[in-house]
């Protein structure tokens, strides 16, 4: 069983800054493609960041230059560092890892498509 919990959200307001973050839970020993996804009000779930195992990154348009990914293997976390908030920013931001093995005595199992259950970011003075 695996589990991702996130943390860090809140109000902020336009051009402030907040850092979210996600904590895998479980017997984990690896985790691959680990990302922060995000869904408005009324919009459909957009991806904002992935982060490989070996560190290389990838954003969406709408956040380069403002959002930093980063991730540390050895606690099985992940965050999203936001600066220069816009109120388009505001949505559930949601982690999420593409693979997860655990290992316990029952054995080696793997998770494809683990998703956090989402905390509230809103920007808004």
């Known amino acids: 069983q695996v589990q991702l919990v996130e943390s860090g959200g809140g109000l902020v307001q336009p051009g402030g800054s907040l850092r979210v973050s996600c904590e895998a839970s479980?017997?984990?020993?690896?985790?691959?493609?680990m990302g922060w996804s995000r869904q408005a009000p009324g919009q459909e779930r957009e991806l904002v960041a992935v982060i490989t195992r070996g560190g290389t990154t990838e954003y969406a348009d709408s956040v380069k230059g403002r959002f930093t990914i980063a991730r540390d293997n050895a606690k099985n976390t992940w965050s999203l560092q936001m600066n220069s908030l816009k109120p388009e920013d505001t949505a559930v931001y949601y982690c999420?890892?593409?693979?997860?093995?655990?290992?316990?005595?029952?054995?080696?199992?793997?998770?494809?498509?683990?998703w956090g259950q989402g905390t509230l970011v809103t920007v808004s003075s």
């Open positions: 999420h890892a593409q693979e997860m093995y655990t290992e316990d005595d029952s054995g080696i199992k793997k998770y494809f498509g683990v």
């Open positions: 479980g017997s984990i020993f690896s985790i691959n493609g």
